[in-house]
C-alpha cells in the first residue's frame, strides 16, 4: 500500500510560481510513475504532468514550458514546480501513483492517489 500526501497549495496572482511536493510512504515508490492531474470547479480530473521510473516526463500541452516535475527516490518525493502560473490554472492538485510505472495521462491508470491541495491563480 503506498500513501501520497500533497503540500504546497496556496493563493497567488497571475505570473507567480508555486511549487508542489507530494511525499510518498511505501518501499516501492522508486518503482512507480508518479503523476499530477488537476480538477477545477465542475471539470474532469485533467492531466498535468508525469514522470516514470526512469526520469522520464510526459506534460500537458497547456502546461508545456512552465511547468516541471521531478523526483527524489530517496526522499520518497515528487514534486511540480509551477511558473508563470495563469488563472486556468486555478485547480485541486493531485499526486497520483502507477504501480505498472506507467506515466499515462489517464487517471484510470493510477492506482494511488493524494487528497489533494488547493491552487488558485488570480488576475
Known amino acids: 500500500q503506498v500513501q501520497l500526501v500533497e503540500s504546497g497549495g496556496g493563493s497567488v496572482q497571475a505570473g507567480a510560481s508555486l511549487r508542489l511536493s507530494c511525499r510518498a510512504s511505501g518501499r516501492t515508490f522508486n518503482r512507480y510513475a508518479m503523476g499530477w492531474f488537476r480538477q477545477g470547479p465542475g471539470q474532469e480530473r485533467d492531466f498535468v504532468a508525469a514522470?516514470?521510473?526512469?526520469?522520464?516526463?510526459n506534460y500537458a500541452d497547456s502546461v508545456k514550458g512552465r511547468f516541471a516535475i521531478s523526483r527524489d527516490n530517496v526522499k520518497n518525493t515528487v514534486t511540480l514546480q509551477m511558473n508563470s502560473l495563469k488563472p486556468e490554472d486555478t485547480a485541486v492538485y493531485y499526486c497520483?501513483?502507477?504501480?505498472?510505472?506507467?506515466?499515462?495521462?489517464?487517471?484510470?491508470?493510477?492506482?494511488?492517489w493524494g487528497q489533494g491541495t488547493q491552487v488558485t491563480v488570480s488576475s
Open positions: 497520483a501513483g502507477a504501480s505498472s510505472n506507467s506515466g499515462s495521462p489517464y487517471y484510470a491508470d493510477y492506482d494511488y
Open positions: 514522470i516514470w521510473a526512469s526520469g522520464y516526463t
